[in-house]
């Protein structure tokens, strides 16, 4: 695995995401441990295992919940995870670069998997009323910054 720079990593999830299946939102997702090494990598896409896949938003439009969002797809953070996994990577304790700021769904899995760092390019601002992602992260002491602030921190 080779050692990647952020900007790197930036590349790498913003190609991810133009794989996503869904128009309401392109997202990528990028997991990697301290030294900079790609663990897992995704985008929103609907769920597919050995013997079938799912239909796409793209081919057979959204799928509709009673608040108006679309739940076909698996989010690109879980997708990413996912990707580990099938490759045999460890991402437990790791770190989380995403095009979007997680939503409080992925949060929950994000915190389970003790992942220290998120890195969002673009904030997310959920409609739900139990509360961002973001506030349930940093909730958990979490650290949650912008692309935009990495830089101007770290570069
Ligand atoms: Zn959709
Ligand atoms: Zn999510």
Partial sequence: ???????????????????????????????????????????????????????????????????????????????????????????YSSNLYTTHMPCYYCSKTLIHLNIRLVIYEHDYVSKSSYGSGRNLLEKYKVKVISLKEWIKEYE
Avoid: W
């Fill in 1 to 91: 695995m080779a050692i990647s720079t952020i900007n790197d990593i930036h590349a790498l999830a913003t190609q991810m995401s133009m794989y996503a299946t869904c128009d309401r939102l392109h997202v990528g997702a990028v997991l990697f441990d301290d030294l900079g090494c790609v663990l897992g990598k995704g985008c929103n896409k609907s769920p597919e295992n050995d013997v079938s896949a799912d239909v796409q938003c793209d081919t057979h439009g959204h799928l509709v919940n009673d608040s108006g969002g679309c739940i076909r797809t698996i989010h690109a953070e879980m997708d990413a995870l996912v990707d580990a996994i099938r490759n045999h990577r460890y991402c």
